[in-house]
């Protein structure tokens, strides 16, 4: 267990011919030459780094070269991308503390890190992921779940235990997946979804964010003498899902299903049961259409998704016939039905079978379920399925008919943040979302 605060690497552009932005204030590298103003790194035809500035052009060996700031000095970069293949996906330019290092990849391609003190780090983080003007309770929680993953995931990289293998099981007609950070190699953590939001200080970071940070420096979810890896996610739909049924399966006390509201839900356990959870509107704590509040606890980008607590997808046969084959790359003919095999305790789908005229794949997890039917992500994969038939008793529509925004194990965020505005404290909030963990202070 790591007992200080560790220095981390933000993956926040991979796979670019080019590179550009603008150094805010000097900055030095490797060779202590000054760099200050726009700036732009590219590959040159024999594999070395070019890095053009108002200064000039300059030729760099391949590799790694790092930029560190002086004095208060940041850096910009352009055509950041956030929400990478989501339905909000967009570029961004965005601006950070910190020190820039460029890497050339075997490919030609190039990645650029940002290297920042931990706790700096989960600042941006908070303010990020929700609003800085969330309530200070849901801030600090968001803070200690947010540095008991970073710290959990980092402990897996030293033990050199990711999440799995990429891609599980795939067998005759059968497709199994679930995705870990098997593919950062070159960084500890992305600035995207796929880990934790990080823009760096281009959102707004208030006193309350830095208040938040600062009154739990070092605090994190423990769970018998290990740090907790602290899932969380955008909106439960009334209860949470476990661990198990989203990535490996193995049993994770502190991330198993829990009903998110003041009242007890029971789990589905039936497509009988799920057909009425999912048509019904329990008071869980994400259920909430108050916009004010919404507005209080959501980034911009966010409020933009009104629909998170329940959802419908509607799609003509022939439609999502073309959109299984450019997901999945199988041809499935014509599409018979979508038939639940498994499902958690929140209704999210584990298992899902796809029969059509050319062949019938039954395919899961839920993240490969919610990539396979969406042309980006469907907000989760707990929904039932309507179907519409002509009078051949052929498919003509199929509805999905959702419950929450994203994969649902540990912390539900908007739910959170709707328990700190009806006045319950971190302690609280983190006890209901990660039952027998408790706080400790690790540095």
Sequence with gaps: ???????????????????????????????????????????????????????????????????????????????????????????????????????????????????????????????????????????????????????????????????GPPEQQVGEGEVRRWYGREEHDLFDVCADDHCQRYQGVTKIISEEVRRAIDATRGVMLVYEGRICDARYHKACGGRTEDFANVWEEIPVPYLTSIADGPETFPPVTSEEEA??????????????????????????????????????????????????????????????????????????????????????????????????LSPSHLYSSAFIVGTERDTEGKATRFTLHGAGWGHGVGLCQIGAAMMALRGFGMEAILGHYFPGATLEKIY
């Excluded at 409020?303 to 046969?317: G, I, K, L």
């Excluded at 999945?328 to 095999?341: D, M, N, W, Y």
């Design 1 to 163: 267990m790591r007992e200080r605060e560790a220095t981390i690497r933000v993956g926040i552009l991979t796979g670019r011919r080019e590179i550009g932005g603008c150094f805010n204030g000097i900055f030095l590298g490797p060779d202590e030459k000054v760099m200050s103003g726009d700036f732009r790194f590219s590959v040159a035809a024999d594999g070395s780094l070019t890095l053009r500035t108002d200064a000039g052009v300059r030729s760099l060996p391949a590799g790694k070269f790092c930029c560190r700031p002086q004095g208060t000095a940041d850096f910009s970069l352009a055509e950041v991308t956030i929400g990478v293949n989501f339905h909000w996906q967009r570029q961004e330019t965005q601006t950070f503390q910190g020190a820039l290092s460029v890497l050339t990849a075997a490919d030609g391609s190039l990645t650029a890190v940002n290297e920042i003190a931990l706790e700096d780090y989960l600042r941006s983080v908070i303010a990020s992921e929700m609003s800085a003007t969330a309530p200070s309770e849901f801030l600090k929680a968001h803070a200690v779940m947010s540095r008991s993953w970073l710290m959990a995931m980092l402990a897996k990289n030293d033990e050199h235990d990711p999440d």
């Design 275 to 372: 057909d009425h959870w999912i048509h019904a509107a329990p008071p869980a704590y994400c259920n909430t259409g108050d916009i004010a509040a919404l507005r209080q606890v959501l980034p911009s980008f966010d409020q933009e998704t009104p629909d998170f607590f329940r959802w419908e997808v509607s799609y003509a046969r022939p439609d999502l016939e073309t959109l299984l084959l450019k997901k999945s790359g199988l041809a499935f003919g014509e599409l018979h039905a979508l038939t639940p095999l498994a499902r958690g305790p929140s209704g999210r789908i584990i298992r899902l079978k796809i029969e059509g005229s050319q062949r019938t794949v039954i395919v899961g997890k839920e993240l490969e379920i919610r990539r396979w």
